[in-house]
């Protein structure tokens, strides 16, 4: 696994400004790891007030898609509950124009409903949502694939479109559209017609090959030819030694060892060995949550004293 395989991901609705994750993107960047991702939140968890307040995903990418030249961004993931279909694909290919195509697309059927309710987003029954997941990936699928002169039309239970120019286009073709979840029948059948990478996101391993091999077995039963890019995502908290392993966990308010057991965490050695034993399971990306976000000194240890051990 290469720096490249390595994915910077943040939670900026635990609190961060455009500013902070700007910095976190472009040292990211710098450093050269594959991707800047974000969530797509608007209530911060766990009871912290997420000050300064939420900063919009899709409104922050395309600032950050000017104020880069290289590094791939995108969201883990985007809720269907919170944008049209419509909106979602005029917004992702402008924002994939504005970057020089270096978008990507995660979405899912959302599930914390505390946001919902409190900014004003509907929340129906799981079932619901996945209906609307499902007419969303085949609307946004076929308004960017549509011809450009021609129209695009859908009828679903949730979302439909009618004559539909399917524009703007994206530069990309296609946008990668990221996916995940551990449901074993709809989210594979969704995830082999439509995504280009499955995310298993702060999961154990056994968890991570038994859904693996179903969304491998949905791409087959499908006769799907290219190949889906399967990526884990995982907590960092890397120190030079145990004492900055302590301070870093510190400051998420976790344990050291709750973090080894569940995260990628510990010594560069033990995070390497974390890592690769996620690449044996079949993992080609790996997504590392950093939620201390104004500690750009845990990007330069990443990059150069974990990702040298991955060769």
Not at 29 to 56: K, V
Not at 192 to 197: F, N, S
Request: hydrophobic residues 40%; aromatic residues 8%.
């Amino acid at each position: 696994m290469q720096l490249t395989d390595l994915r910077i991901f943040t939670e900026p609705q635990q609190g961060a400004s455009y500013d902070t994750l700007l910095a976190v993107a472009q040292r990211a960047e710098s450093l050269g790891f594959g991707a800047f991702f974000r969530s797509d939140h608007y209530l911060a968890m766990g009871g912290g007030p997420g000050l300064p307040g939420p900063t919009d995903a899709w409104i922050t990418l395309a600032g950050i898609a000017r104020e880069t030249s290289t590094i791939r961004l995108g969201t883990l993931v985007s809720p269907v509950t919170f944008r049209s279909p419509g909106l979602t694909a005029i917004s992702v290919a402008q924002v994939d124009q504005m970057s020089g195509g270096r978008i990507e697309l995660g979405l899912g059927a959302g599930w914390y409903e505390a946001e919902h309710t409190a900014y004003g987003f509907d929340f129906p029954s799981m079932s619901a949502r996945f209906d609307s997941l499902t007419d969303q990936l085949a609307i946004i699928d076929g308004l960017w694939n549509v011809p450009v002169g021609q129209t695009f039309s859908y009828s679903g239970p949730v979302h439909s479109v009618i004559d539909s120019p399917g524009l703007p286009k994206p530069q990309q073709s296609p946008v990668p559209i990221v996916m995940g979840g551990g449901g074993r029948t709809r989210t594979p059948a969704l995830a082999a017609r439509y995504a280009a990478e499955f995310n298993l996101p702060f999961s154990p391993i056994d968890a991570f090959v038994s859904q693996r091999a179903r969304v491998q077995a949905a791409c087959d039963s499908i006769g799907r030819t290219d190949p889906m890019v399967y990526s884990a995502a995982l907590v960092a908290c890397v120190g030079i030694d145990e004492a900055e392993v302590t301070r870093r966990a510190a400051a998420l308010g976790r344990e050291p060892g709750e973090l080894r057991e569940n995260g990628a965490a510990g010594t560069p050695n033990e995070v390497a060995d974390t890592i690769r034993r996620w690449v044996t399971a079949g993992a080609q990306r790996i997504y590392l949550q950093i939620l201390d976000l104004g500690d750009l000194d845990h990007l330069d240890l990443i990059a150069h004293e974990v990702a040298p051990l991955l060769g």
